[in-house]
């Protein structure tokens, strides 16, 4: 009470505090406050993720929507905040930020950022990344985009005969049969 901003420990000891207490929702806002005061703090930006990924997950469980929806738009703009500012910017948490997009069922948003991630190098280019790419085009009816993340991945992991399938797998429903027909023998010979 004699100082008008109390130290900096004295909040840690109440978001520690809070936490124990599994007062995940009061946490956050404490360290929501703790951040527009010092927003250059990189702990507070990953404790903030991981609160709002546990409510997020919580509400799942609970089969509550609407609060799981408003709880991963949280943790998705608090992946925004930081990453302005040079934080939370690691391959990981880039595509941690794509799956939130996907837990959400913005497929839209999801793949233009995979799709953006991959061929920047700001996540890593994986074989299982591009088929969830070339998958997640094809769940939104975008064949053509499909095809074509599928054919990179084709050409980035030459040996891979998963990759081969699921472009087969793409041509059936297109349907162009003779190019299915290529890359299912392309899958048998790899």
């Known amino acids: 009470r004699s100082v008008s901003h ?3 420990s004295f909040y840690q000891l109440k978001v520690a505090a809070l936490y124990q207490l599994d007062r995940y929702k009061e946490t956050a806002e404490y360290i929501e406050f703790q951040l527009k005061q010092k927003p250059d703090n990189k702990n507070n930006w990953q404790e903030l993720a991981v609160l709002y990924q546990q409510l997020a997950n919580s509400a799942e469980e609970k089969k509550d929507k609407e609060n799981a929806f408003r709880y ?3 943790l998705i703009v608090t992946y925004d905040r930081a990453q302005k500012l040079g934080f939370l910017t690691t391959p990981k948490d880039n595509y941690n930020v794509v799956a939130y997009y996907q837990d959400i069922d913005q497929y839209s948003k999801a793949c233009e950022l995979l799709e ?4 920047g190098e700001t ?3 994986t074989p299982q990344n591009w088929t969830t790419l070339g998958a997640w085009y094809q769940l939104i009816h975008r064949n053509d985009k499909s095809v074509q993340a599928f054919i990179t991945a084709a050409e980035l992991f030459p ?3 998963e990759i081969e399938y699921q472009l ?4 059936l429903g297109v349907p162009d049969e003779p190019k299915a027909f290529e890359h299912i023998k392309a899958c048998i010979a790899k």
């Open 123 to 125: 996540i890593e280019s």
């Open 159 to 161: 040996t891979n005969a």
């Open 6 to 8: 109390p130290r900096d």
């Open 168 to 171: 087969a797998t793409v041509y």
């Open 72 to 74: 991963y738009v949280r």
């Open 116 to 119: 953006k991630g991959l061929k």
